[in-house]
């Protein structure tokens, strides 16, 4: 008896979760509202979304979408960024307390002391930052994009900020740059070590490993392959191997053995640490989307005329380099 009623409870929770899709649905074609999903968002959200994808790949598909409303289901800077890149769109954030800690880490007045000391360096701001920041540097990057713009800015002598992990795999990939670091970083993926790495080996020895330049230079230079949330994708989609272990949120593990479920049954995604779980990315619910794409929750993102404008410029320049 007990797990009928379980079971009717689940079947009920289903039901709600394919109801609220469609009433995403609706409310879509009726507001003309678009809704973008982070890779690291829950599936039945992931399942409304019109693009998913890393931070760049939001970012570029904010900047060309036509609709007059974006839901960002994701965190806060990634909403910021797609009002930046359309500043006439009414932008929400699907979930008002999804905030990234390392956008949080750095202030203005920290960048000001820090550029008197090094006047002559560009300032690059990786994406996972606030508006307010942005207003201080020259040019952003997202983790699929910082090796190549870096690469093309002329100036050879770069300030990093705010993660020393990312900052130091492109100081790597690009030896003849000079690159200053601040000590900044994802508290997610920098807490992997290489205990843990050696653990998933073990337990996996014939899995290639895949991690995003957000984890420690340690875990970095153990890895079989480097990227953003997007590139780890397409790299475990693509490759003939069929073990892989996931050194970025635990959502991507999810994520991929869904995808590949039909073409490729036999491919097996293991989590690199059971640490990789970001609750930021995860306050976020379909919920949440519902109310805010019927009127009744998020959080609109308004930023001042002379904010946007100065951030702007460098936001314009990681897409005029990207
Ligand atoms: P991506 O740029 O790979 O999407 O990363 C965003 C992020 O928050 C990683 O922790
Ligand atoms: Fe921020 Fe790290 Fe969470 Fe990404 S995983 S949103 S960088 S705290």
Redesign the pocket.
């Given at each position: 008896m007990q797990s009928l009623c379980g079971y009717r409870r689940i079947e009920r929770l289903t039901m709600k979760i394919s109801e609220m899709q469609s009433r995403i649905a609706k409310l879509k074609s009726e507001k003309d509202i678009c809704i973008l999903a982070h890779s690291?968002q829950a599936r039945e959200i992931m399942e409304v979304a019109d693009f998913t994808g890393d931070s760049f790949q939001l970012s570029v598909a904010a900047s060309e979408v036509p609709h007059k409303t974006v839901i960002m289901c994701g965190?806060r800077f990634m909403a910021e960024t797609v009002k930046l890149l359309s500043p006439d769109k009414t932008v929400f954030l699907a979930n008002p307390t999804a905030g990234?800690?390392?956008?949080e880490q750095m202030d203005k007045e920290l960048i000001a002391a820090v550029k008197k000391q090094f006047p002559n360096h560009t300032v690059v701001a990786y994406v996972?930052t606030t508006t307010e920041l942005k207003t201080v540097c020259d040019v952003c990057v997202t983790s699929s994009s910082a090796v190549s713009i870096v690469d093309k800015i002329p100036n050879n002598d770069i300030l990093f900020i705010p993660d020393c992990n990312l900052g130091s795999y492109v100081q790597n990939q690009l030896p003849h740059k000079n690159i200053k670091l601040l000590q900044g970083g994802?508290?997610?993926?920098a807490v992997v070590n290489v205990a843990d790495v050696k653990n998933a080996k073990s337990a996996y020895p014939n899995a290639l490993l895949l991690v995003h330049p957000?984890c420690i230079p340690a875990v970095v230079g153990l890895a079989d392959f480097v990227g953003s949330t997007s590139a780890i994708m397409d790299f475990a989609l693509k490759s003939d191997a069929s073990e892989f272990i996931i050194g970025t949120?635990m959502s991507i593990v999810e994520n991929l053995q869904y995808i590949c479920a039909d073409s490729s049954p036999d491919k097996r995604f293991y989590c690199l640490s059971q640490k990789l779980l970001?609750p930021?990315?995860k306050v976020t619910t379909l919920k949440d989307v519902l109310d805010c794409a019927e009127g009744n929750g998020g959080e609109e993102i308004t930023l001042s005329e002379s904010t946007m404008s100065k951030a702007r410029r460098c936001i314009d320049e990681m897409l005029r380099l990207g």
């Open positions: 690291y965190v990234c800690p390392m956008a996972n994802c508290p997610i993926h957000e949120e970001c930021n990315m």
